[in-house]
């Protein structure tokens, strides 16, 4: 799969929302937040269809929230497994850490 064949959109509701994936044969991969304290947003869960595992997709959801972070000024709580090892991945995202 090439970064041409999918994009991540952002679905808000009143106190949270998601990040999504639609994937071939109508699969989807998503990661999912509340609005936590002083406007953070608290990752939760990040799921990747089996077969689709291995492809950077969870990478791509979490790379969006980054985006989003530094673009709109909020902080993250990575309470995702997934979500946290990324953070200790990246250094540099420390300052977008709640």
């Given at each position: 799969?090439?970064d041409s064949e999918?994009?991540?959109?952002?679905?808000?509701g009143?106190?949270?929302?998601r990040?999504?994936?639609?994937?071939?044969?109508?699969?989807?991969?998503?990661?999912?937040y509340r609005?936590?304290?002083?406007?953070?947003?608290?990752?939760?869960h990040?799921?990747?269809?089996?077969q689709?595992?291995?492809?950077?997709?969870?990478?791509?959801?979490?790379?969006?929230?980054i985006?989003?972070?530094?673009?709109?000024g909020?902080?993250?709580?990575?309470?995702?497994?997934?979500v946290?090892?990324?953070?200790?991945?990246h250094?540099?995202?420390a300052?977008?850490r709640?």
């Open positions: 799969m090439s999918f994009t991540v959109q952002r679905e808000n009143t106190d949270g929302g990040y999504v994936m639609q994937l071939d044969g109508g699969a989807e991969a998503e990661m999912t609005t936590g304290p002083n406007g953070a947003m608290v990752i939760d990040t799921g990747v269809p089996r689709f595992e291995g492809q950077g997709i969870a990478a791509r959801l979490v790379n969006a929230a985006g989003d972070a530094r673009a709109e909020f902080k993250i709580t990575p309470l995702c497994s997934y946290a090892a990324q953070f200790r991945r250094p540099e995202w300052d977008l709640a």
